[in-house]
């Protein structure tokens, strides 16, 4: 039988004390000669030895994961707006999610870096080409989130914490699509990431999966990721549920500007959506970000299309009467638009 954590601690503590050994920070398991090879999501494969200290994050979905693994004292740098939990915000930051500033990186002294497809080649390969370890996390599923937890957590030696997070984000996954799978004449739903244009999720997305695990029909889901429809084929949709992204970029002086477009629009008054005062507001980051909280929105919808089924944890068309502080800039919207900034699953 393994050995308790209670038990292991204080043989830590004295030999440490002794100056036998010195702590790894976060580590399950303070073996130092520890040797494993894994594989990233672009199929590079990398040995590492030992468990990395100093861990850089080039994506904001990547610092919740890290964080999530207990391993915040070991994360060096992130990417801006990496804002959850609030303790990443304190953490030095190295440039935009497609626009990392090597400098600030190289800087840092990192001895892992935790990247994604949307750091553009150039960065990721001028990193590898400086000595740095990079790995980069490409997940299309939310299965695929689990796998990069799990890996997380091998490299840097928590595995069973992330075994842990992993088990109980299957489990609460599992208790919403057994009460969905078998639901006769599912609700439509449309989630739009921004109203000039409409732009929807469609196939290939997290969030048309999650629309499909809660129960939904996701009425664009015949679209490949992210595109542009013009409000007459939005119209034709005619979907039951509207679910509009809020949250920092998504108001300006204290509102919603997508809710805002959909309930004042007068071309989409008839739409059942708005009839019925299901215009939803979910939070940008939850249902976009490659994280452990993709699970929080798949609760969050499952919730509001089917309070029949689950206890309602969401408002039901009504903004919240303060909304974040508009950080939504023209470049932001094209970056939205072209999937850099959301589309890239971040």
Not at 192 to 202: I, R
Request: hydrophobic share 45%; charged share 20%.
């Amino acid at each position: 039988m393994k050995p308790s954590t209670r038990m292991i601690l204080p043989l830590l503590l004295l030999v440490t004390l002794s100056g036998l050994i010195s702590p790894v920070c976060g580590a399950e398991n303070p073996d130092h000669d520890r040797v494993i090879r894994i594989t990233d999501d672009q199929g590079t494969v990398m040995t590492f030895q030992g468990y990395p200290q100093r861990i850089v994050s080039l994506a904001p979905s990547n610092t919740e994961i890290l964080f999530a693994l207990g391993l915040g004292e070991r994360v060096v740098g992130v990417a801006d707006l990496s804002d959850y939990p609030p303790e990443a915000a304190a953490v030095p930051q190295v440039g935009g999610y497609s626009t990392i500033s090597v400098e600030r990186v190289v800087a840092l002294e990192p001895d892992l870096i935790v990247g994604v497809e949307g750091n553009t080649e150039e960065v990721l390969s001028r990193l590898r080409s400086m000595g740095h370890t990079v790995i980069v996390l490409s997940p299309e599923t939310m299965d695929e989130i689990l796998d990069n937890i799990n890996l997380i957590g091998e490299i840097t030696g928590v595995r069973e914490s992330a075994l842990a997070l992993t088990n109980e984000l299957e489990l609460r996954t599992t208790t919403i699509t057994d009460r969905t799978e078998a639901i006769p004449g599912r609700p439509t739903v449309a989630h739009v990431v921004w109203h000039e244009p409409v732009w929807v999720s469609g196939d290939r997305t997290f969030q048309n999966e999650v629309i499909r695990a809660a129960g939904g029909e996701n009425v664009f889901a015949h679209l490949d990721e992210w595109e542009i429809v013009g409000l007459e084929e939005f119209i034709v949709t005619n979907p039951d549920y509207i679910f509009v992204s809020s949250g920092t970029g998504m108001g300006t002086a204290g509102q919603n500007v997508i809710y805002q477009y959909f309930m004042t629009e007068p071309r989409f008054q008839n739409l059942n959506a708005v009839k019925n005062h299901q215009v939803i507001l979910v939070d940008a980051d939850i249902i976009s970000r490659a994280g452990p909280r993709i699970v929080d929105a798949l609760e969050e919808v499952a919730a509001a299309i089917h309070p029949e089924l689950f206890d309602a944890t969401t408002g039901k068309e009504h903004p919240p009467a303060e909304a974040p502080v508009s950080l939504f800039t023209p470049a932001m919207a094209l970056l939205l638009a072209t999937g850099l900034f959301l589309g890239r699953r971040v």
